[in-house]
């Protein structure tokens, strides 16, 4: 089995666009047919250019290798340029890369991945939302704690059981935004 052929898909996300602004989906696919998915967290650059970086690493590192050796993969894909620093978008581009070989892997095997790293740990996980401020909100989320309880009520009623909240509300890099002393 070798990685015969890979594809990016760029899918954008609408306003009001939580979780980002796109998403980026890399298909891997094997010589004999199998094929494997992942995805890439890339809110550094652009989309398309988080696509072309998957595609070239992929090429140079991975069309032709047998998706099974995953540690070699990541190992020369760190390693390129002869630097070994940690490089976040080199980083969520091989991670996507990954996935998909990974995704590959428990097929080809017939069992689920957690099957090949090591066992299943929980029965299940709790999931959780983010309060965001939604269109038509009565008070910001962020600085309105009547607000802020009257979203975690709506998401409750939609089936979560926890919720995230960032009291600093919204912030840039710029921004200033800090939690008074009081």
Known sequence: MRVAHVETFLVGNPPPGFGGRYFVFVKVTTNDGHVGWGEAYGSTFSPSVVATAIEDLAEHLLVGEDP?????????????????????????????????????????????????????????????????????????????????????????????TAVKFDPAGPYTAMGGHQPTRE
């Open 68 to 160: 099974h050796h995953v540690e070699r993969f990541w190992r020369r894909g760190y390693s390129r340029g002869f630097t070994q620093r940690p490089d976040v978008t080199l980083q969520g581009c091989m991670s996507a890369l990954e996935m998909a070989c990974w995704d590959i892997i428990g097929k080809a095997a017939g069992k689920p991945v957690h099957e090949l790293l090591g066992g299943r740990v929980h029965e299940s996980l709790r999931a959780y939302t983010y309060l965001y401020a939604l269109d038509g909100d009565a008070g910001n989320v962020y600085l309105d704690a009547d607000a802020a309880a009257a979203r975690a009520i709506e998401e409750v009623e939609r089936g979560f």
